[in-house]
T-cell receptor, first 117, second 116 residues
């Protein structure tokens, strides 16, 4: 069963506008973590933001925020004031307990964001 | 601070040859992960080490793949013999696997492997 679902293969956004990238997840654990990564065309994977399942506040990091809706099992990434440099693939990932002490991540298929000047 | 260092950045070799990918994790991190990324399958976890011990190698495709972590600052992923379908980008990542598990994995720049 797919644990992380990113339903948008590609998205376009006008420069300076905000954009939301969707991510839904599936887990039976009470304790889990959600991560977003950015992969520009140069190929590196860049950590953006983290949300823990017990965190009451939505995580924010600069222009990135995570819209965490626990009951709906969604963890959407919001990028405000888009910039041309935001054009990249974005991956949602989840850490849940597979075995004691395991910190593996399961990644979604990614969303390709293109920022239009 | 130095990030995760992978070598080589690019590798082109002929089918049947042995390939060795190398990784130096971030100092102080106790968890290390090897991933493979392809267009068809996305990002797949191959193997995961914690405190230099392999914890989960269920993602290793077959016996041609092996990974070692002889010490906290070095890991290798070996493919022998290599096949064209092994062509992919291979990432190494490391993290501090504390009890809360909220530490992100930090990725190296990857090795782009092409098997002819």
């Amino acid at each position: 069963a797919q644990k992380i679902t990113q339903t948008q293969p590609g998205m376009f956004v006008q420069e300076k506008e905000a954009v939301t990238l969707d991510c839904t997840y599936d887990t039976s654990d009470q304790s889990y973590g959600l991560f977003w990564y950015k992969q520009p065309s140069s190929g590196e994977m860049i950590f953006l933001i983290y949300q823990g399942s017990y965190d009451e506040q939505n995580a924010t990091e600069g222009r990135y925020s995570l819209n965490f809706q626990k009951a709906r099992k969604s963890a959407n990434l919001v990028i405000s004031a888009s910039q041309l440099g935001d054009s990249a693939m974005y991956f949602c990932a989840m850490r849940d307990r597979r075995r004691a002490g395991s910190y593996q991540l399961t990644f979604g298929k990614g969303t390709k964001l293109s920022v239009i000047p | 601070d130095a990030g995760v260092i992978q070598s080589p950045r690019h590798e082109v070799t002929e089918m049947g040859q042995e390939v060795t990918l190398r990784c130096k994790p971030i100092s102080g991190h106790n968890s290390l992960f090897w991933y493979r990324q392809t267009m068809m399958r996305g990002l797949e976890l191959l193997i995961y080490f914690n405190n230099n011990v392999p914890i989960d190698d269920s993602g290793m495709p077959e016996d041609r793949f092996s990974a070692k972590m002889p010490n906290a600052s070095f890991s290798t992923l070996k493919i022998q013999p290599s096949e064209p379908r092994d062509s992919a980008v291979y990432f190494c990542a490391s993290s501090f696997g504390g009890p809360v598990g909220n530490q992100p994995q930090h990725f190296g720049d990857g090795t782009r492997l092409s098997i002819l």
